[in-house]
């Protein structure tokens, strides 16, 4: 898996290393009419999780500090993806979110295979946008495939250090340890808005494939109506010729 989501592995593994914990992924794609718009990946820890974290600063509490201090942001700096947070919401939960925009529709495919990459559970994602007369056209689309569960999201480098397991300890003896399936301590969200339609699938660990798709249409008010005068005068044309032959006929 790219570098880019080791945010997102190593919030998921500090995370499920705690106990009675909920874990939230959402991958965001945001598209404006132009095609140009912006790739969020995002991670919530509830405050069972984020007292969980290392204690960085010594200061015998965890917290949102630690959770910032823990986390590297360099790499995804470097790449071009914008990282704020940590910050805790009115829900209790805190999020780290990296951002990345993107011009174009091709540009937007580089960046969506950077939040996965070709193997990764999300695969195939793709932005797309076509202009006809007096209208443009844009779609999203894409395929969840959660089967691997939470190790999909791993990465061989992290499970080096963690004994050779991707998320550092063994998923089923973090179930049992949690008292729930990850499916549902581990919810995750993908939403794609376009103009004037937002569509959001929540695939589940361990289930899939899940094809993803939507789309919207855009209407050039001013062509159509420049499109809709241009009748009107051809009819009022019509019209005048078909008078004036009736009159001669007379």
């Given at each position: 898996?790219?570098?880019?989501?080791?945010?997102?592995?190593?919030?998921?593994?500090?995370?499920?290393?705690?106990?009675?914990?909920?874990?939230?992924?959402?991958v965001?794609?945001?598209?404006?009419?132009?095609?140009?718009?912006s790739?969020?990946?995002?991670?919530?820890?509830d405050?069972?999780?984020?007292?969980?974290?290392?204690?960085?600063?010594?200061?015998?509490?965890?917290?949102?500090?630690?959770?910032?201090?823990?986390?590297?942001?360099?790499?995804?700096?470097?790449?071009?993806?914008?990282?704020?947070?940590?910050?805790?919401?009115?829900?209790?939960?805190?999020?780290?979110?990296?951002?990345?925009?993107?011009?174009?529709p091709?540009?937007?495919?580089?960046?969506?295979?950077e939040?996965?990459?070709?193997?990764?559970?999300l695969h195939d994602?793709?932005?797309?946008r076509?202009e006809?007369?007096?209208?443009?056209?844009?779609?999203?689309?894409?395929?969840?495939?959660l089967?691997?569960?939470?190790?999909?999201?791993?990465?061989?480098?992290?499970?080096?250090?963690?004994?050779?397991e991707?998320l550092?300890?063994?998923?089923?003896?973090?179930?049992?340890?949690?008292?729930?399936?990850?499916?549902?301590?581990?919810?995750?969200?993908?939403?794609a808005?376009?103009?004037?339609?937002?569509?959001?699938w929540t695939?589940?660990?361990?289930?899939?494939?899940?094809?993803?798709?939507?789309e919207?249409?855009?209407?050039?008010?001013?062509?159509?109506?420049?499109?809709?005068l241009?009748?009107?005068?051809?009819?009022?044309?019509?019209?005048?010729?078909?008078?004036?032959?009736?009159?001669?006929?007379?």
């Amino acid at each position: 898996m790219p570098r880019r989501l080791r945010l997102v592995v190593t919030c998921l593994t500090v995370a499920l290393l705690a106990t009675a914990c909920q874990v939230r992924v959402a991958v965001t794609v945001d598209v404006a009419g132009d095609g140009s718009g912006s790739v969020e990946v995002a991670t919530g820890l509830d405050a069972d999780a984020l007292a969980r974290v290392p204690d960085m600063d010594d200061d015998g509490t965890s917290g949102s500090a630690d959770l910032g201090a823990l986390i590297r942001k360099d790499d995804l700096v470097a790449a071009g993806w914008t990282v704020t947070g940590p910050d805790t919401g009115g829900d209790g939960v805190t999020w780290v979110r990296a951002t990345k925009p993107f011009g174009t529709p091709e540009e937007a495919e580089a960046v969506l295979a950077e939040v996965s990459g070709p193997d990764g559970p999300l695969h195939d994602l793709r932005v797309s946008r076509r202009e006809s007369f007096g209208r443009t056209e844009l779609t999203f689309s894409g395929t969840a495939d959660l089967r691997g569960g939470l190790e999909a999201f791993g990465d061989a480098g992290l499970a080096a250090a963690l004994d050779g397991e991707p998320l550092g300890e063994d998923a089923a003896a973090i179930e049992a340890r949690i008292g729930q399936p990850l499916a549902d301590a581990v919810p995750v969200e993908v939403t794609a808005r376009l103009p004037g339609d937002d569509t959001t699938w929540t695939p589940r660990l361990g289930e899939g494939p899940v094809a993803m798709a939507s789309e919207a249409t855009l209407y050039h008010r001013p062509t159509l109506a420049l499109l809709g005068l241009a009748g009107a005068c051809v009819l009022a044309l019509l019209v005048v010729l078909v008078v004036r032959s009736v009159r001669r006929r007379a």
